[in-house]
Nanobody
Framework: VQLVESGGGLVQAGGSLRLSCAAS????????MGWYRQAPGKQRERVAT???????NYDDSVKGRFTISRENAKNTVALQMNSLEPEDTAVYYC?????????WGQGTQVTVSS
């Protein structure tokens, strides 16, 4: 499975960005997909996940501001990010779970200026 992210960039605090991730390869057996982020000097952390059936889970820090969505037919997952804060600045990674394997995208930079 190959994952390619797009949509990162620079935005002012309070603004919005939409990240997209397209999966290709052995895509018939993807289970959950999700977005993770890693800020400088910090560990990678989960932002949001979505199962094949559409059940979602969010980190408390992004609840009410971020929305994860998925189109199984197109093998894509997106993250709509609203009311962005400087603390959201990080490299965002797409992840796909195909048990027992986990695949990661190359990451896309999101920078929120104050």
């Amino acid at each position: 499975v190959q994952l390619v992210e797009s949509g990162g960039g620079l935005v002012q605090a309070g603004g919005s960005l939409r990240l997209s991730c397209a999966a290709s390869g052995s895509i018939f057996n993807i289970n959950a997909m999700g977005w993770y982020r890693q800020a400088p000097g910090k560990q990678r952390e989960r932002v949001a996940t979505i199962t094949r059936g559409g059940s979602t889970n969010y980190d408390d820090s992004v609840k009410g501001r971020f929305t994860i969505s998925r189109e199984n037919a197109k093998n894509t997952v997106a993250l709509q990010m609203n009311s962005l804060e400087p603390e959201d600045t990080a490299v965002y990674y797409c992840r796909a779970d195909t048990p027992p394997y986990v695949y990661w995208g190359q990451g896309t930079q999101v920078t929120v200026s104050s």
